[in-house]
């Protein structure tokens, strides 16, 4: 199959007018002008999308899919006191809430061109509903408040898997996430940390989200310390910043650094030397009540910046492009072309999936974006403008079209009334 568009954005090299990309099953051929495809192609079908610009499927390198029943239930406010009615919330949704609420956050990651995630996953309903769906991407299984010796006997109630590395495969990876510092003791920490070293899987920190966090290892004191007093078994304020604790724990190495909006010039530097990645969420962290990460200094460091919407529970929706603009208002001087490689490029390599996903290169996995988008003379500047869940054209994963018209191949209509049941059950638990 030859799919042309008025502009392809491969990522990996310039972008080519009246381009076009060959698919064979689940991976791509080759990219380049569509008249010289054509020739070497002679006999492979043509989809055409006429105005329209062609891009890798985004990568959202951060979210809670399970939550998306949260939408609008949990209202913006600070971190703390959002934290502890998004608890409440969740624990008023049983696993088939869950699940469900998983199925309608994958389908609308993909209506709005997203095709990989880094997911927070509550148990294996979570990769296996997306790769139903067609998602790829990172999987980290959540733990906190346990004692280290505690973890085995959790992940086998989470139903992780006994031999993650072996499993995984070019569209999905496994890894670990201890949430955050307040929620896990250093001795959990550095226990992850080994385990996911040891089966070369993946791990994935909340890093430095709020001035509580901050607060707290600083001090011991603030509204997270009878949260860590709860949670994080053997934690003691190290009189440090959040970075830095994780960084002398030996955590941080390799890691997911995920959020990084109370960043001390200082932790800087370790972040773009130590972590495997940072992503970051602006909207999440304007309804959380949080101040901007210090996006123009972490892009200058060298540090590999991805995106992510977070959960539903503190975002408006799942559309990444949205995500971008808000980060322009945060650092203006990001480029478009720089954005877009953090939706894509990067953010596949911050998941460890960048042999996979993220540019569109003969072996990488047919995953496709395209937008009803006039690219003009700069098809970057006008997807920043203007893509998004509004002009979604089309969006294929692993070889199938999974958008066409801008409507879904596959709808999700009970996952959207059970959804909505879930929702009511959370927003009377919080009242």
Known sequence: MLVRADWVVPVAAPPVRDGAVALRGNLICAVGPFDRLAEEYPAEPVTHHPGCVLMPGLVNAHTHLA????????????FPEWLALVVRAMRALGPDDLAASTVLGAHRAMASG?????????????????????????????????????LPDRLAELEYPADPARIQGRRQRYGLSPHAPYTSGPDLLREVRR????????????VAESPA??????????????VAARSAHGFAAPGTTPVRYLSDLGVLDGALAVHCAELLPVDIPVLASRAAAVVLCPRSNAYLHVGPAPVKRLAASGVTLALGTDSLASNADLDLFAEARALTRVAPSLSAERLIRMMTA???RALGLESSFGTLEPGRQADLAVYRVDGGEDPYAALLERA????????????????LGGQATFPSRFAETAARHAALRATLAIQ
């Open 195 to 206: 385990r996911t070293r040891a089966e070369g899987t993946g791990l994935a920190l909340h």
């Open 388 to 403: 998004g869940r509004s002009t979604v054209e089309a969006v294929m994963a692993a070889g199938l079209w999974r958008v």
């Open 67 to 78: 939550l998306t029943a949260l939408h609008e239930v949990v209202p913006s406010a600070p």
């Open 114 to 150: 997203t095709t990989v995630v880094g997911e927070i996953a509550y148990g294996p309903e979570s990769p296996a509903i997306a790769a139903d769906t067609g998602l790829g991407g990172a999987f980290f299984w959540e733990v906190l408040g346990l004692a280290p010796e505690e």
């Open 213 to 226: 966090e901050t607060e707290l290892l600083r001090a011991g004191t603030g509204p997270l310390a009878e």
């Open 346 to 348: 990067e953010g596949a």
